[in-house]
């Protein structure tokens, strides 16, 4: 059965640094989002990416924050200055676009530590 | 804006005992709605989903939910709990277009022996 992968599984680096976190959406899929969960609190949506561009983010989406769909497999999320806060769990997902059950596949997640 | 609301941050149930985890949401479409189980460091697993149709639906692991248009609640519910049911639930809305989907803050399920 198809499914989105994420690597690394956990990523750990310091305050200030830059990181990359990949996903792997399911091939067909067309929609790309992120979510992060930070430790005990609930999933958050960051930010929705389909036919090359972002269409939607949030307000945690700040300009530290971007997307990418570098070689039409991959879909990764850079975040430029990393914040102690910016540790949580990060989610990526995929849709068909044609499943009007708007139903999203989730990935295993990373684990970013900033410390 | 859509939101979603669940009663209840932690459930403790016995063993076999009748499991219901609520949820309401909020949203100015008709919603498309999800329960979600997530086990300790692991990620989202989907229990099941409302579209349209039937608004009793069935998922996985023998969990099931009605929507109530009036209401505005989809509630999980499983008739008798099992050890290995203990997770974090989340219920979670989706609006069309972007279909980003916006998330309750959870609901702890304990199982007592």
């Known amino acids: 059965e198809p499914e989105v992968t994420q690597t690394p599984s956990h990523q750990v680096t310091q305050m200030g640094q830059e990181v990359i976190l990949r996903c792997v959406p399911i091939?067909?899929?067309?929609?790309f989002y992120w979510y992060r969960q930070i430790l005990g609190q609930k999933v958050e949506f960051l930010v929705s990416?389909?036919?090359?561009?972002?269409?939607?983010k949030s307000e945690i989406f700040d300009d530290q924050f971007s997307v990418e769909r570098p070689d039409g497999s991959n879909f990764t999320l850079k975040i430029r200055s990393t914040k102690l806060e910016d540790s949580a769990m990060y989610f990526c997902a995929s849709r068909w676009q044609a499943d009007f059950s708007y139903e999203q596949y989730f990935g295993p997640g990373t684990r970013l530590t900033v410390t | 804006a859509q939101s979603v609301t669940q009663l209840g941050s932690h459930v403790s149930v016995s063993e076999g005992a009748l499991v219901l985890l609520r949820c309401n949401y909020s949203?100015?479409?008709?919603?498309?709605l999800f329960w979600y189980v997530q086990y300790p460091n692991q990620g989202l697993q989907l229990l099941l989903k409302?579209?349209?149709?039937?608004?009793l639906v069935k998922g996985i692991n023998g969990f099931e939910a009605e929507f109530k248009k009036s209401e505005t609640s989809f509630h999980l519910t499983k008739p008798s709990a099992h050890m290995s049911d203990a997770a974090e639930y989340f219920c979670a809305v989706s609006d069309e277009g972007a279909g980003k989907s916006t998330f309750g803050d959870g609901t702890t399920l304990t199982v007592k022996p």
């Open positions: 949203s100015s479409v008709p919603p498309y």
């Open positions: 091939s067909n899929h067309l929609y």
């Open positions: 990416f389909y036919n090359n561009e972002i269409s939607e």
């Open positions: 409302y579209t349209t149709g039937a608004t």
